[in-house]
């Protein structure tokens, strides 16, 4: 079991990490939560201050992207993160 979320109850029990070889964009992500529901494109970015883990999105007919599917609060996004960030750095030190 990688990870479990507060309050919810939920937990991230597989991570899937796809490094990619591009500037800021590091790797897409698949996780699924209690064995039962997938969460596709995830994206590992390396932002201004280090790696972060951007949610789904799709963009707008005007333009903007909008979240298809993200954390309702802040204590589950740093679960969530914090776990993807793992098993990115593990895969990463796998493929060396």
Known sequence: MLG?????GME???????????DRLKAYVA???????VVRDLKVIN????LFVAMPSK??????YRD???PLNNETRQMIESIVLA??????????
């Open 4 to 8: 479990t979320g507060q309050g919810g």
């Open 12 to 22: 991230v029990t597989e991570v899937k990490v796809f490094p990619v070889q591009e």
């Open 31 to 37: 996780i699924t939560f209690d064995h039962c529901f």
């Open 47 to 50: 932002g201004d201050n280090g």
């Open 59 to 64: 963009k707008r007919k005007d333009g903007t």
């Open 68 to 70: 298809t599917a993200h």
């Open 87 to 96: 098993e990115y750095h593990k895969e990463i030190q796998k493929s060396r």
